[in-house]
Nanobody, 124 residues
Framework: QVQLVESGGGLVQAGDSLRLSCAASGLAFGTYNMGWFRQAPGKEREFVASRSWFGGSTDYADSVKGRFTISRDNAKNTVYLQMNSLKFEDTAVYYC?????????????????WGQGTQVTVSS
């Protein structure tokens, strides 16, 4: 049984930092692309960041480039999202996802497994 469990969300002020973690189990973590998505109230789920298992290439949404960093520790079966200079508009539920393929994708449909999400709230 595959499980992805996010943690690290919370309530912070604009300009603060948070690090989200996503612990994976039940899958060959080292061979999965990992992604982070988010969904704000009344909005569709959107891509945030991804990291490919092969080559470690990364991709970011324009809205978070230069502020967010995705990383993974295959020994710990964990993917991280370091979020700096948080803005009010970053407020959302953040989900991690795992998918197969040679490189990670920005589209949610390319991910096979999803976590339950962790709430990030940024006060202005």
């Amino acid at each position: 049984q595959v499980q992805l469990v996010e943690s690290g969300g919370g309530l912070v002020q604009a300009g603060d930092s948070l690090r989200l973690s996503c612990a994976a189990s039940g899958l060959a973590f080292g061979t999965y692309n990992m992604g982070w998505f988010r969904q704000a109230p009344g909005k569709e789920r959107e891509f945030v960041a991804s990291r490919s298992w092969f080559g470690g290439s990364t991709d970011y949404a324009d809205s978070v480039k230069g502020r967010f960093t995705i990383s993974r520790d295959n020994a710990k079966n964990t993917v991280y999202l370091q979020m700096n200079s948080l803005k009010f508009e970053d407020t959302a539920v953040y989900y991690c996802a795992a998918g197969l393929g040679l490189v990670a994708n920005t589209k949610a449909r390319h991910y096979d497994y999803w976590g339950q999400g962790t709430q990030v709230t940024v006060s202005s």
